[in-house]
């Protein structure tokens, strides 16, 4: 690149970042009912965590077209990592990777929203509370939502457990995804666990800070706030074929069903898992 175009580069993106900043003090954006904030997500968040996908993790992403381009869908993801970056990661590649560069509404847990500064963000790039309700109401606008049914139980499980998937609470997913006709997207996250080795959980903090646990993992709380670095692994993020709910949306309300689909989502992710975790021999390759 000459340097007039450098110069003209760097214009652009002072005018750009002047625009953004008269339009934030104005008050001239859009909010949805939910909080949701695309400029400030696309704007400010996902620049910051596009460097840890592409350079830090240098993650790969493998049958994105089975992503819907339109229309609402339930993605439905393992969790793990000990800090949930794998919901963050994933709401970059839905972006970044689909032709259509579709926001990804992530569910979160009460705790989530009770976190003072975490809660607003949350809100601001989409992330609402994890109930019935919220999930149909997005299904129906049309919306991608993210889910992850093993909650605490996936994001808190020791290093000895790694990519074995934890029981997926009560399948309320699939009753919203049933009673909105959506279809649910699997999808397998390798990488995230070895971000923050969870060796132990020191109970008696996690009660004092109200937390579901507190993590002692290789670096922390050792190193203190540099302890907070993730390693950087090799992460491959698979998107699975769509599974059709039509042929169920009238017995959402039945147990069984209910339960025998989450179960079906569940053993497919776990086998998507194994699958790469043998295209990923090592776990910090490049």
């Known amino acids: 690149m000459t340097v007039p175009e450098l110069a003209d580069e760097f214009d652009n993106r002072v005018a750009s970042g002047l625009a953004f900043l008269r339009r934030r003090l104005s008050g001239q954006y859009r909010v949805d009912e939910f909080g949701f904030d695309p400029e400030l997500t696309e704007q400010v968040f996902q620049p910051v965590l596009r460097l840890l996908y592409r350079d830090w993790f240098r993650t790969e992403v493998l049958d994105v077209k089975n992503l819907p381009a339109e229309g609402g869908a339930l993605v439905v993801g393992n969790h793990s990592g000990t800090i949930a970056l794998d919901a963050l990661m994933l709401t970059v590649a839905c972006h970044d990777e689909h032709p259509a560069h579709r926001h990804l509404r992530l569910l979160g847990a009460d705790f989530v929203f009770k976190l003072p ?14 109930c019935n309700p919220d999930v149909e109401r997005l299904l129906e606008a049309d919306e991608l939502v993210g889910v992850f049914p093993e909650g605490f139980k996936g994001v808190g499980k020791k290093f000895t457990d790694r990519y074995k998937l934890q029981r997926f609470g009560r399948g309320g997913f699939v009753s919203a995804a049933l009673r909105t006709r959506r279809p649910i997207v699997p999808v397998a996250i390798v990488g995230a666990e070895e971000i923050y080795p969870l060796l132990g959980d020191i109970k008696p903090l996690a009660r004092l800070i109200g937390a579901p646990y507190f ?36 017995r959402a309300d039945d147990p069984a069903v209910v339960f025998n689909l989450a179960d079906h989502v569940r053993e497919t992710i776990q086998g998507m898992l194994n699958e790469l975790l043998e295209l990923r021999p090592d776990a910090f390759g490049p």
Request: hydrophobic share 40%; net charge negative; charged share 20%.
């Open 117 to 130: 500064f975490v809660s607003e963000l949350a809100r601001k790039s989409g992330a609402t509370l994890a």
């Open 215 to 250: 993590p002692v993992t290789p670096t922390f709380p050792w190193l203190g706030p540099l302890g907070l670095v993730p390693l950087p692994s090799k992460w491959l993020i698979r998107f699975g074929e769509p599974i059709d709910t039509e042929p169920y949306a009238d």
